[in-house]
């Protein structure tokens, strides 16, 4: 098989001079075994070299493609169409296709026939062994992710390894591909991250809105008719005692009607993050005519799309731990472990609720279908709502058929928020456009467990309990004990 999964890149860096471009075959080239990059100041960077003294070299980046591309004068198969075809497929850019939900799109349009890249700075990984934690499955590198696409497939995905906060990075990357549509999922994504320290608070809220705002710069000036289609959350709304729209709400005031942006009430730094983008998208939408949908996606649970249950070096990350894991998905795996389900508080917290599976059918559908010029849309991403109690219940009904003995306790609540509220919100827009959703069944519970259980000697047991408090946020940097 390995010389199945084999395939050729060609490396591009970029050092202020003119690009150079040389292409890699196969497994003839020897890396050398250790490289220094000195990059541009970033927030990646910043995060990367915390503690460590800059230098004064010149900037590098890296920038990998697939052979498709630039490897070979010949058409590729499958995703290049010739002259002759009368049309060809979209292209569509996946920015953090590395990642949780990225990476279960990205191979999801390029199955149906797009023609797909991915930018991701690979920062995800490095959150990892900075914290301690790790996903409960084990997943591949990037490059053997492709490989074995490649192998099982015969599609190529392209592969641009860089920050999307370096814009002479992004420029690269767009002038190269030319994106049709950029789905943008390239942003600190935790909430409890973002609540750890001052430093990871600024670096939220420096990448989340300085790469959303280059990608808006990239977009005028280098592909003015490419869609964005920006992952955001329901966070943003908060917990309001009344319905929750989908993006705009019609009042009357003395006597005026009008419609607005529905209010927003972020919880967090990361959630905080999001208002911003979302209001700097409505802003160059009206300003430059930009074509953007906004998805203000729920909590997402399950690991198992079509693509990803392809091979085992194609399988989804799980997080199960107190920073980045979400509810459902972490109660799956303390059932597994025999671990009591941890309950914040009275458990009333009420939000929105989608399997992955519908995650990557509700991208599709906003790139089928898009925004015109100047709109910005707004669709809420989810197909049910939940209290936090019901998903305990709903686990530990379906861990007892499987034999497992499962047990809730209720933690002392770290974050901040209402844990008994109103909570309605509409979800219709997708729907209309096609969206056949996944719900919680009995059946996607009995297999999400048996995944837990299959996984369960990675678990870390002191990964479990949450670490991060809403109210004791200070300035002095965390670390993790060795």
Not at 188 to 208: G, L
Not at 287 to 297: C, E, F, K, S, V
Request: charged fraction near 20%.
């Amino acid at each position: 098989m390995a010389h199945l999964l084999s395939t050729s890149y060609s490396v591009k860096f970029f050092s202020g001079c003119k690009p150079s471009t040389k292409p890699l075959i196969h497994d003839s080239v020897v890396f050398p075994k250790s490289v220094t990059f000195q990059t541009s100041k970033t927030p990646f960077t910043r995060l990367l070299l915390q503690g460590q003294r800059s230098q004064s070299n010149c900037t590098v980046r890296a920038t990998t493609l697939s052979a498709s591309r630039e490897a070979s004068n010949e058409p590729s198969q499958g995703v290049h169409q010739s002259s002759s075809e009368p049309s060809k497929s979209k292209r569509v850019m996946v920015i953090g296709g590395d990642g949780y939900c990225g990476w279960a799109t990205a191979l999801h349009l390029s199955k149906k026939g797009y023609e797909v890249a991915i930018v991701d700075s690979l920062v995800r990984r490095l959150f990892d062994q900075q914290l301690g934690i790790d996903s409960l499955t084990p997943i591949s590198s990037i490059h053997d992710r492709l490989r074995c696409w490649k192998a099982l497939t015969g599609k190529s995905i392209e592969l641009y390894i860089g920050d999307i906060c370096d814009f002479e990075f992004l420029t690269d990357a767009f002038k190269s591909f030319e994106p049709e549509a950029v789905v943008h999922f390239g942003e600190q994504r935790s909430a409890p991250y973002s609540m750890i320290d001052r430093s990871r608070a600024v670096y939220t809220q420096n990448n989340n809105v300085i790469g959303t705002l280059n990608v808006l710069f990239a977009i005028k000036e280098f592909g003015e008719q490419c869609h964005l289609v920006k992952l955001g959350t329901m966070g943003e709304y908060g917990t309001p005692n009344i319905d929750i729209e989908e993006g705009y709400i019609t009042i009357t005031h003395n006597g005026r009607t009008d419609t607005l942006p529905y209010p927003k009430q972020a919880s967090s730094f990361y959630h905080l993050s999001k208002v911003h983008d979302s209001n700097n998208i409505a802003f160059t939408c009206k300003a430059w005519g930009i074509r953007a949908t906004d998805l203000n996606q729920g909590v997402v649970y399950g690991v198992i799309t079509d693509e990803t249950e392809m091979h085992e070096e194609l399988i989804n990350r799980l997080d199960y731990d107190g920073v980045f894991g979400t509810a459902l998905n972490r109660f799956c795996v303390q059932a597994a472990v025999g671990h009591p389900l941890t309950v914040y508080g009275k458990g009333g917290q009420t939000r929105g609720y989608l399997d992955i599976r519908d995650t990557v059918q509700c991208v599709e559908i906003a790139i089928a279908n898009p925004a015109q010029a100047g709109e910005f849309r707004v669709f809420n991403q989810f197909t049910e709502q939940f209290s936090v109690n019901e998903l305990a219940a709903l686990v530990t009904k379906a861990g007892e058929k499987l034999g497992l003995d499962v047990q809730t306790t209720s933690v002392p609540n770290p974050r901040v928020e209402a844990e008994e509220h109103y909570y309605n919100a509409k979800h219709t827009k997708l729907i209309e456009l096609g969206l056949k959703p996944h719900l919680l069944s009995d059946s996607l519970l009995d297999s999400l467990l048996n995944f837990a259980v299959k996984y369960e000697d990675r678990v870390d047991k002191k990964q479990i309990m949450p670490s991060v408090s809403w109210r004791k946020i200070g300035a002095k940097p965390k670390t993790v004990a060795a």
